[in-house]
């Protein structure tokens, strides 16, 4: 089984930086793509950014220049970089990873996270 665990979330004064971590668990031999979400209350899940198994990045126009997404290939893991927080960034991140495969052959596609919160005050 694959599970994908954040971690990093809490409560920043506006203009301040966080750093969330999304680590997949399980015999896990590789993972094509890796990417956080994020859901505000009350308004649908959106994307924040992507990252591909050899480093390509995409984001969302309003995360550009302020959030930074990184992977680890090797520790199965995905970061995010969020950097002159808002408080229009407060919402429930979530990590999501598609194409994995495990070392059992199996390959399990659009896993997400139980998701993090981050509250930005002003």
């Known amino acids: 089984q694959v599970q994908l665990v954040e971690s990093g979330g809490g409560l920043v004064q506006a203009g301040g930086s966080l750093r969330l971590s999304c680590a997949a668990s399980g015999t896990i031999w590789s993972i094509n793509v890796m990417a956080w979400y994020r859901q505000a209350p009350g308004k649908q899940r959106d994307l924040v950014a992507t990252?591909?198994?050899?480093?390509?990045?995409n984001y969302a126009d309003s995360m550009k220049g302020r959030f930074t997404i990184s992977r680890d290939n090797g520790k199965k893991a995905v970061y995010l970089q969020m950097n002159n927080l808002k408080p229009e960034d407060t919402a429930v991140y979530y990590c999501?990873?598609?194409?994995?495969?495990?070392?059992?052959?199996?390959?399990?596609?659009?896993?997400w996270g139980q998701g993090t919160l981050v509250t930005v005050s002003s």
């Open positions: 990252i591909t198994n050899n480093g390509s990045t």
């Open positions: 999501y990873a598609d194409q994995i495969s495990t070392m059992t052959a199996s390959v399990y596609l659009e896993v």
